[in-house]
């Protein structure tokens, strides 16, 4: 199935997968400001197939949280249109998880309480709800942190909160904004473990933003290239590493090398002074 979704290795900006979660066709989107108007994206088109993990790469402001923005319900395209299971994203999607660049946890709330908060909106029962969020948080590594406040916690530890707390509904997709931006390395390739570990069970629809090449590689199967503002889409890939990936010496992966070189092409020409 996997060869079927992006024939060319260089396929632009096209859509591929028949039946996509999520599908962006001919999205333009422009913001309307008092000096000038900004073209956020320009004939971004691609898709979002189940099950998979896709990941948006591109520089600083070239429109990666807009797109999360758009599947999410939160910002309407100029032009074009984003489709979840074949229709147009009209109203706020609740489907959607959205995993912010920020924790956004509450502050007010413990661990286990900010977990188990979506069961709470949902209806869930008190003793489900807590038998549930006590279960995420073992398998994000938070077990005897259920009573800490969020500011009692580590940058890592509050992004393992926010994932659980994302991931304990269950939703069709997770919209995950450069979630490991901030943290360190070793956190960074620890929560990496992790979300392949949860993802290889559940096998979610996940669409990953980042500016980092080596992340993108480490937890993708398809990865879509985004050009500086206006954001257009460059290039689709099928990453060819197998899984599953050792994350921690994804270096050491074969056919890690070449496809690093064939993305980093694509930001090369774009920096401002061009390196040997
Ligand atoms: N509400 C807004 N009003 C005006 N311009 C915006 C707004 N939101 C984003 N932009 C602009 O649109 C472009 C894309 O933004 P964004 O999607 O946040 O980029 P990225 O996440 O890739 O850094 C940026 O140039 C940003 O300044
Ligand atoms: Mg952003």
Redesign the pocket.
């Known amino acids: 199935m996997l060869e079927r979704l992006v024939p060319d290795v260089e396929a632009g900006s096209r859509a591929t997968d028949p039946q996509p979660l999520v599908r962006f066709a001919d999205v333009r989107l422009v913001?309307e400001?008092a000096a000038a108007d900004?073209v956020?994206l320009d004939g971004v088109t691609f898709d979002v197939p189940l099950g998979q993990i896709t990941t948006v790469i591109?520089?600083?402001?070239?429109?990666?949280?807009?797109?999360l923005r758009l599947v999410a319900g939160l910002t309407r395209a100029s032009a074009g249109r984003v489709l979840y299971k074949g229709e147009a994203v009209a109203a706020l999607n609740t489907e959607v998880g959205y995993i912010t660049q920020d924790s956004n946890l509450f502050p007010w709330l413990t661990t286990v309480e900010n977990v188990e908060f979506p069961l709470a909106l949902r209806g869930i029962s008190k003793p489900e709800r807590r038998e549930r969020a006590m279960e995420w948080l073992q398998l994000v590594g938070l077990s005897g942190f259920e009573s800490n406040y969020p500011n009692e916690l580590s940058g890592g530890m509050q992004k393992r909160v926010s994932i659980a707390r994302t991931l304990i509904y269950e939703p069709d997709v997770v919209l995950m904004?450069e979630p490991f931006g901030a943290l360190d390395a070793q956190t960074r390739m620890m929560l990496h473990h992790e979300l392949l570990q949860i993802w290889s069970r559940q096998h979610n629809t996940i669409l990953f933003?980042t500016h980092d090449l080596v992340e993108a590689i480490t937890l993708s199967d398809h990865i879509v290239v985004m050009t500086k503002?206006p954001?257009r889409i460059s290039a689709q890939y099928q990453v060819p590493l197998q899984r599953p990936r050792n994350v921690f010496q994804i270096f050491l992966e074969p056919h890690f090398d070449e496809f690093y070189a064939k993305l980093w092409n694509h930001f090369k020409s774009e920096l401002p002074v061009q390196p040997d």
């Open positions: 913001f400001a900004v956020a591109g520089p600083s402001g070239c429109g990666k949280t807009t797109l904004d933003i503002r954001g």
